[in-house]
Structures are given as structure tokens and as C-alpha cells.
């Protein structure tokens, strides 16, 4: 194209024109954003171009426009009379500029790129969408005009980004007393650097609230796994005042009983029968030796479960019986079935139910054998103590605390207790638990819940039977 070059005015030169002043002139750039108005770019400045017809021209196109150029107060504009495309080009490169720099006027209607926070995202009322940022020196507008392609997912408030437009200054840019406003070609002109931070008002408040209701939440359950000890322990001081009483107490009562005897009678002042007094201090002796054997036993019976109780049962048990019942009394132990851990709860039960039911053989029945069996079925597991001793006519209406005491352990860990007695045979307790997979993890978070606790004292002791 041939085109003369001597009436060519360099965009710079109209704007520095002064105030309200015009001129007519021809200038030539390249398009920097072809929309109801134009945007010319050379190698000097940046102006905007008002078009009477449309024009078909693309980003990049080397065009030359004749027409009147205007000043006011923000900006040179022109008023095109001819728009004629010399030939087309490359879309020319972004200036990369900070908001002072965009405020100073320096870049107007020049393709600039700009890092800042979103603030805000709207839609503006012809239905672009408008883009508050902000990077702690300026507030500005980032607008995506209509029809341009537009992205679905928006940057939320927060992000860091990188956004490529012109750079306009004037009344339509400055809504909301801000200075100038970037105009976007498309979206695609908006790149989003950095997401918004977790760590954002909204979220720090989210989690003071779920930090005071963890704290509310563990206060609870310390509260109630506190009381849930002192209760425990409350139980076994009564269960242990219980069994004091039914057994060392009323043997020093006996104790006193005699020695009161003797002191009368040394007090009566009348002959002394050396045989009578000899029973006497015979039989309180013989009360003494109880009160000491029913002493042993119960401190024997208090004593903590060994960690081998979930591997080997019976040996823990059989260890248990003989300090109870000391050599006069024969222990043997079976067992049926593969071997297999039992979980806690269950062996922990087990254990109590088993070292009571000796206790009560061995003050009771005053057998010469005790045979501890353990069976492990394919979903159950039973253990059963058995003595040769003499029996007693068992009916559940009647239990005593030792039974009550031993079916309320079974019923903890889901299990069942049974009881045959008689003359003859002596007496079996039998104790069975169903072990499954699901149980066996139920059952072992019961016992990790338990053990927060610390060490509690064991509730098994010796009871009568009836």
C-alpha cells in the first residue's frame, strides 16, 4: 500500500495538547482492542479512537485514522472521519507497570499488565464483569467487557493476579473514586497467580469455634470419665467393706468373745480349769490363723492381672490360686481347641470371674483339686473352674454377692455364666463369651477407654455364695 508520510502526527504529540484544545490529524498504530471504540497504540503513546461506522479490524492491524482530536480534563481522544487499514500485524507486548505508574497518566489507553489482590468481583449492569483489585498503594477496576469470551470460575476474593487490558483514565473509569480502570480484551487476558489464603477471617473464626468445641468437648469427657472412676471406686471400698465384714471381722469378733471368756474368768477368782482354759485360747488361736489366712487371700485376690493375660489365661489364673490357696490344694489346667489371643475385655473378665470363683472354693468347698480349663471354640471361647469339694444347693433367686458380682462381669463383656453344683460332684462354674472380628475391636476400645482412667482397683473379690 502506498501511502504518504509527511502529515503524519505522532500520538504522543496529541496528548500533550492543552485542556479543551483541538486539532485535526492523521495518525498511525497498531490495534490494541477493537471494540464500539478504538484503541491505537504507536511507538509514542496510546489514544482511544471514536468510530461513526463500524469496522472490521482484528488486534495487531497497522491502521491509519484521520479525524479531530479533542483534549478535557483526563485524556486526548479522537473522533475519527476516515479509519484505513495499511496491513496486518502481531499484537504488540504488554507494559508492565504498577498502579502509581498507571495513576500518573503516563500509560493511558496504552496495553499494560498489572499485578494485584481481588477484592471484589461483580457484574456490571451491561453485563460484563467487573473486577476489584487492589495491591496496598491503589484501588482499581479490572473490567471484562461484554461479548468478550468469558471464563466460568472467576478468581474468588483473596487471589493474586496478574491481569493484561488498557489502561483508561476518565469519568467512565473512575465509579467508586477510582482513579483508572484496566479493560480487559477477553478473560483469557486475566491470569490468576496465587489463590486466596486459608488463612482468612472467616476461617480463623471457624476454627476458634471448633477449637472452643473441642475444648468443651474434652472438659466433658474428662468430667465424666472422672466420675465414672470415683464411682468405680466408690463400688469396690463398699465391696471390699463387704467382704471385711463377712469374714476378717466377724473372726476378731469371735477372737474377742474368747479372750472376754478367759478375762471373766481369771477376773472370778475361782479355781482354774487348765483343760476349759486351753480350749479356750485353742479355738481364739484358731480364729487369730483364719483372720490372718482370710487377710492373705484378700490381699492375694486384689493383686493386678499380668500382662500375659490375653496369651496365656489359665498359667495367669493357676498363679493366682496358689497364692490363694497356698500347697493344700492341687491346681490343674487344661485346655481345648487352637489357641488364639483373647481380646482384653474378655480375657480381663475372665480373669476376675475365675479368680473369684477359687476364692469361694477355697473358702467354701474346701476342695483337694481345682481344674482351670479354657476351650476356644470357632466363635466362642469358655473357661471353666471346677472343684472336687463339697457342693451347695445353688438357686439363682438366692445368689450371693459373689455370684451377683460374677454375673454382672459377664454381662459387661457381652458373655453368659453358668453354675452346677451338688454334693457329690463338687462345684463347676462355667463362663462363655462369643468372639467375633467386629467384637473383638468393640471390645478393645472399651478396654483402650477404660485404661485412660489409670489404674483402678480390680472389682472381683471373694464373696459368699449364699
Known sequence: VSVETQHITHIIDLVDLPPDEQKQATIRGVVTLSASDLYLQDATAGILVRK???????????????????????????????????????????????????????????????ESLVTANRLDPDGGRVLTLSDGV???????????????????????????????????????????????????????????????????????????????????????????????????????????HDSMAQSFAGVGYQIQGIRKTLLAGTELNRGRLSDQLTLAYQLVRRSHEEASRTIAMLSPAYPALREDLPATLAEAARRIAGDDIAIQLESEGEKYPLPLVVANGFYHIGREAIVNAVNHAHPSRIV???????????????????????????????????????????????????????????????????????????????????????????????
Not at 81 to 93: F, I, K, M
Not at 144 to 171: E, K
Not at 222 to 231: A, F, G, P
Open 138 to 244: 491503589q484501588s482499581f477496576d479490572a473490567i471484562v467487557p461484554r461479548g468478550s469470551s468469558q471464563r466460568a470460575d472467576m478468581p474468588a476474593r483473596g487471589s493474586y493476579v496478574r491481569v493484561r487490558g488498557i489502561c483508561t483514565r476518565g469519568s467512565e473509569a473512575q465509579s467508586d473514586a477510582k482513579p483508572f480502570a484496566i479493560v480487559l480484551r477477553s478473560s483469557d487476558d486475566l491470569h490468576v497467580l496465587a489463590g486466596p489464603p486459608w488463612w482468612n477471617l472467616w476461617h480463623i473464626g471457624l476454627l476458634f469455634v471448633a477449637a472452643l468445641a473441642l475444648v468443651f468437648t474434652l472438659q466433658f469427657v474428662v468430667l465424666h470419665l472422672q466420675r465414672w472412676k470415683n464411682e468405680t471406686i466408690t463400688r469396690e471400698r463398699e465391696r471390699l467393706a463387704h467382704e471385711i
Open 52 to 114: 461513526k461506522s463500524s469496522y472490521k479490524l482484528n488486534v495487531g492491524d497497522f491502521v491509519e485514522v484521520t479525524g479531530l482530536a479533542h483534549a478535557d480534563l483526563y485524556r486526548t481522544t479522537m473522533a475519527a472521519r476516515t479509519v484505513q487499514l495499511l496491513w496486518d500485524g502481531a499484537p504488540v507486548p504488554p507494559i508492565s507497570i504498577t498502579s502509581s505508574q498507571a495513576v500518573s497518566g503516563a500509560y493511558d489507553a496504552r496495553f499494560v499488565e498489572i
Open 372 to 466: 482351670i480349663t479354657l476351650s476356644f471354640l470357632k466363635d466362642q471361647v469358655a473357661l471353666t473352674i471346677a472343684d472336687n469339694g463339697c457342693g451347695f444347693d445353688f438357686s439363682p433367686a438366692k445368689a450371693g454377692f459373689g455370684i451377683l458380682s460374677m454375673q454382672k462381669r459377664a454381662r459387661d463383656f457381652g458373655g453368659t455364666l453358668k453354675i452346677t453344683s451338688s454334693d457329690q460332684a463338687g462345684t463347676k462354674v462355667q463362663t462363655c463369651a462369643m468372639i467375633r472380628n467386629g467384637g473383638r475391636l468393640r471390645d478393645g476400645l472399651r478396654w483402650l477407654s477404660a485404661s485412660i482412667l489409670g489404674s483402678l482397683l480390680p472389682r472381683s473379690g471373694a464373696r459368699k455364695e449364699n
